[in-house]
Each structure stands twice: as structure tokens, then as C-alpha cells.
């Protein structure tokens, strides 16, 4: 398979979060997947199936094990098809379900992409969940914004959602990875996506992702559409709105991630943002 790199979610290589994307990965089983995705080491490598009626099937791996839907990644393949085969809408068909892509170029030549998510939703942590997951944090219940109430939070794959009250909390991560991982596992949570309200729609966030074998994601486009559900569902945010979430600051590897959030309750989350390929 030819594997290709990119960063997504920034327009220098230096920033954004690297993805590996294979562009016609038919024949290749589970098995041959992910032992690609582990040679490469990215926090995902997408893999891509031409179909006939012109859209792709799309898995998605990460070291560790195959998950069912990545945003970063899900950018970096449809920026790395229009450069072969030129900007425009195409469907992914992944195992989360049907979500469509746009692709444009920039003046500057720069090419962004924005999915559509699947339909989103959230749902309240499991009693013992909430404590549990502060303790593998070792965060503390009165570190946490009143205002973003923890909730769990899908729109594509799920991710609790846990707003601190301050940038400094967000900014100290320094969590217990195996026992957060193992939480994760039990409860099929991808992330977690780690917020901070800065303005009525500029966000700070931060991911842990151990399930995959990887401390941080420096851009999650998966959660950022979660997200952006998660808002809408409590009626956090005047709609329809757009946000700005930044991401990957705190690790030197600086992202923007822009998510659009439409008044009907029944439509997908936008999540848009540019990539470009890591040089050799």
C-alpha cells in the first residue's frame, strides 16, 4: 500500500495532527490495516476504497485498533484525493455512517476540506462513570466550568466532554494513561475531549487518546463535531453558529479546527479545516 502523510487542521507541517492515508487500500484486510497504521504511528491512518458510484469506503486505524470514525483523518484523505483527483464533494462511507465531504483550493493553493457528521448526540455520564474518570484525570470536581456540564457526546464516535473553569487546569494535563485508558475501553470512548471556553464561540481543547496508544491528538475532528452537537442539545450556544476551536497548543503543534452548527436539531455537524502533506 502507498501510504501518504499529512497534517490536518493546519497549513504548515509543523502544526496540525499527522494522519496517514492510503488512498486505494483494496484487497487489504483488517489484519495487513493495522499493522500499517502501527508502522506508521500516527494517532490514525485512514484507509480508502474506491466505489463505483465515485465515493469511498473509508476505515480508520489506530495503532492499537481500528476505530469507527476520525475527523483529522477523514480531512487529510480528502485533501490528499483532490490533489490527485480535483476539488469537489465526495460521500464517505464509514463505519459510523455516510458523511460527506467538500473539498476547495485557496488562493494561496491551500486546500481545505469540511465534513458533515452524522447525526449527534450526548447523553448524561453513568453515575460512577463522571468520579472515576476525574480520578484517572486527577482533576477535581470543583475545577470544572458549571456552565459545560460533563456529558457524553457522539457524532461519529463518543467522547466525554469535561470543561475546565480555568486555561491553567486545561493547560496542566498530567493524567494516569492506564487507568483512563482502561475506562475508555470499558465504555467504547474514543477521546476525551478536554474544553475550555475562552469566548461565546472560541473554545481551547485538548484530547487524550490512550485507547489508541497515544498520550494527545493535537486536532480531533471527531470530538470537535461531537462537540459542536453537544452545544447545540443543551442550547449552550445561539444558533445557528459558528466556532473556533483551537487545539495542539499546549504541545507545540498548533490546530484550528472550524465547526459549524446548523439551527435543526436533525442535521450534522461541519467540522472544516486545511491540510497539507508532511514533507519526506
Known amino acids: 500500500m ?31 490495516m493495522l499493522a500499517v497504521a502501527a508502522e506508521v504511528g500516527y ?27 476520525c475527523g483529522h483523518a477523514t480531512i487529510a484523505t480528502a485533501v490528499a484525493h483532490a490533489r490527485e483527483h480535483g476539488p469537489g464533494a465526495r460521500d464517505f462511507h464509514t463505519r459510523a455512517g455516510l458523511v460527506r465531504v467538500g473539498t476547495s483550493v485557496g ?51 463518543w467522547h466525554p466532554v469535561i470543561a475546565a473553569s480555568t486555561r491553567q487546569r486545561l493547560a ?17 470512548w474514543t477521546t476525551v475531549d478536554l474544553v475550555w471556553r ?6 481551547h481543547a485538548r484530547n487524550p487518546f490512550p485507547p489508541g ?6 486536532a480531533t475532528g471527531a470530538a470537535a463535531g461531537a462537540f459542536g452537537g453537544y452545544l447545540r442539545e443543551l442550547g449552550l450556544v445561539a444558533l445557528p453558529a459558528e466556532l473556533t476551536i483551537h487545539q495542539g497548543d499546549d504541545m ?11 439551527a435543526d436539531p436533525a442535521e450534522g455537524i461541519s467540522v472544516r479545516g486545511a491540510a497539507v502533506p508532511i514533507p519526506d
Do not use: C, H, K, Q
Open 2 to 32: 502507498d501510504v501518504l502523510r499529512y497534517v490536518a487542521f493546519a497549513t504548515d507541517a509543523s502544526g496540525g495532527n499527522p494522519a496517514g492515508v492510503v488512498l486505494d487500500a483494496s484487497g487489504a484486510d483488517e489484519a495487513a
Open 43 to 69: 494517532s490514525e491512518t485512514a484507509f480508502a476504497v474506491p466505489r463505483p458510484d465515485g465515493g469511498l469506503d473509508v476505515r480508520y486505524f489506530s495503532p492499537l485498533a481500528e476505530v469507527s470514525f
Open 107 to 157: 488562493a494561496d493553493g491551500v486546500i481545505t476540506a469540511e465534513l458533515v457528521s452524522v447525526p449527534p448526540r450526548s447523553v448524561p455520564p453513568a453515575p460512577d462513570d463522571l468520579p472515576e474518570l476525574l480520578a484517572a484525570l486527577r482533576w477535581s470536581a470543583d475545577e470544572l466550568d458549571p456552565a459545560l456540564p460533563p456529558r457524553i457526546a457522539y457524532a461519529g464516535a
Open 172 to 188: 496542566a494535563l498530567d493524567y494516569d494513561m492506564a487507568a483512563l485508558g482502561d475506562l475508555m475501553r470499558r465504555r467504547d
Open 198 to 203: 475562552e469566548s461565546e464561540t472560541v473554545f
Open 213 to 218: 496508544g497515544v498520550v494527545e491528538d493535537p
Open 252 to 262: 507545540g503543534r498548533p490546530s484550528v479546527l472550524t465547526v459549524g452548527i446548523p
